[in-house]
C-alpha cells in the first residue's frame, strides 16, 4: 500500500510525512486520554489494550483513503480490521495533514497557512499570484432542508462546494481553500474571505484573475489584471483591433494558466474529482489535499528560458 500509485506521494516523502506527524498524533492522543482520565496517569506508560493500526498504517490508511476514494469497508478487509477502526484512524490524521499548510519552493522549512502568509511572502519574493475558483461536486442535501439550494452551481447545473486557489508562476499551490456552497459567486468569496483585504493591505503585490474576478480588478486596477474588455461592436471594428484584443487575451490567458494547472493537480485524488463523503468535512480533505501536493509540486526546479545569445550561438553550431 505504499506505492505511489496507491497513497499519492513518493516513499521518501511518505517516510518525511511519518517523521512530522508522529510527535503531533502522539501529543493528541495523550491530550485526549488526559482529558478522558480528568487527571494524570495512573498505570505505567504503555499499560493496556494496543492500537489494532500502527502510526505508519494509519498514515498510510489515510493517504490511501485520499488518493483512490477506497471506503473503509474495502481498507479493513486489507489490513483485517473492522471499518470503525478505519474511519478513527482517517478522522485521526486527516486534520494533522489539513494543518500542516502549503510548502514553499525552495523554503522546505517554511509553510503558508494563512492568507496573509501568502501575501507576506508574494510581497517579499515579487511573486505575481494566479489566483482562479473551481468546484467539486458533492452529494445532494436532504429535501427540504435549510439552505438546499445554496450549493446548486449556475454555472454547472450541480450540488458543488467551491474553492479558490493561490498558485505561482510554475502553478505551484501555495494556498488553497476559501470553501463556499457552489451557489455564491467567486467574486463574493474574495471579499468575504479576505482577500480584497490583503491587496489593500500590501499594494505592492500582484494578481492574474479570470473574468470572474472583473470586480476585483476594477477595484484594483494596479494590481489585479483581469482578461481586456471585449470592444463594443467587435464585428463592424478594424482587424487590427479585433486581432489585438484577442492577442491580449490569449497573453494573459498564457500567463494565468498555470493556476488552472493547479487545480488539474488537485483533481488527480479521487474525492476532488466527485466528492460523495459529508459536505461537512470536505474543507478539511480538500485542505489535507492540497498540501500534500504543494510538498511534490514545491520540489519541481524552475525553468529558466535560454537567453537569446544562447539561442544564437546554438543555432550557429549547429
Known amino acids: 500500500m505504499s506505492h505511489p500509485s496507491f497513497c499519492g506521494v513518493s516513499r521518501q516523502h511518505l517516510g518525511e510525512l511519518i517523521e512530522e506527524l508522529a510527535p503531533r498524533w502522539e501529543a493528541g492522543c495523550e491530550s485526549g486520554r488526559h482529558e478522558r482520565r480528568q487527571g494524570a496517569r495512573l498505570r505505567q506508560a504503555g499499560a493496556g489494550p494496543e492500537y489494532e493500526l500502527v502510526f505508519t498504517d494509519r498514515v498510510l490508511v489515510t493517504l490511501v483513503h485520499l488518493r483512490t476514494g477506497l471506503t473503509h469497508a474495502a481498507l479493513g478487509v486489507i489490513y483485517e480490521v473492522g471499518s470503525s477502526t478505519i474511519g478513527r484512524a482517517i478522522r485521526e490524521i486527516r486534520p494533522l495533514l489539513a494543518k500542516r499548510g502549503f510548502a514553499v519552493p ?76 457552489g451557489r455564491m459567486h467567486d467574486q463574493t468569496a474574495m471579499r468575504t474571505e479576505g482577500i480584497a483585504e490583503q491587496f489593500r493591505q500590501r499594494p505592492r503585490v500582484r494578481a492574474e484573475v479570470d473574468e470572474g474576478y472583473r470586480g476585483l480588478a476594477n477595484e484594483f486596477p494596479d494590481q489585479v489584471i483581469a482578461p481586456p474588455k471585449k470592444p463594443k461592436d467587435l464585428d463592424s471594428a478594424p482587424p487590427t483591433e479585433k486581432y489585438g484584443w484577442r492577442e491580449a487575451r490569449r497573453r494573459q490567458s498564457s500567463r494565468r494558466i498555470c493556476v488552472e494547472h493547479a487545480n488539474a493537480e488537485h483533481r488527480q485524488w479521487r474525492p476532488l474529482q466527485r466528492y460523495t463523503g459529508r459536505r461537512e468535512e470536505y474543507g478539511e480533505t480538500h485542505r489535507a489535499i492540497a498540501g500534500l501536493v504543494s510538498d511534490r509540486a514545491a520540489k519541481r526546479t524552475t525553468r529558466h528560458k535560454p537567453s537569446t545569445e544562447l539561442v544564437l550561438v546554438r543555432k550557429a553550431a549547429c
Open 106 to 181: 525552495g523554503r522546505p522549512t517554511l509553510r503558508l497557512r494563512t492568507l496573509a502568509d501568502v501575501f507576506a511572502y508574494a510581497d517579499a519574493e515579487g511573486v505575481t499570484l494566479r489566483i482562479d475558483g473551481t468546484e467539486t461536486q458533492v452529494r445532494r442535501p436532504e429535501p427540504h432542508s435549510p439552505g438546499r439550494r445554496a450549493f446548486i452551481s449556475g454555472k454547472r447545473k450541480q450540488n458543488t462546494i467551491k474553492t479558490t486557489t493561490i498558485s505561482d508562476h510554475q502553478g505551484r499551490t501555495l494556498w488553497s481553500g476559501a470553501e463556499r456552497p
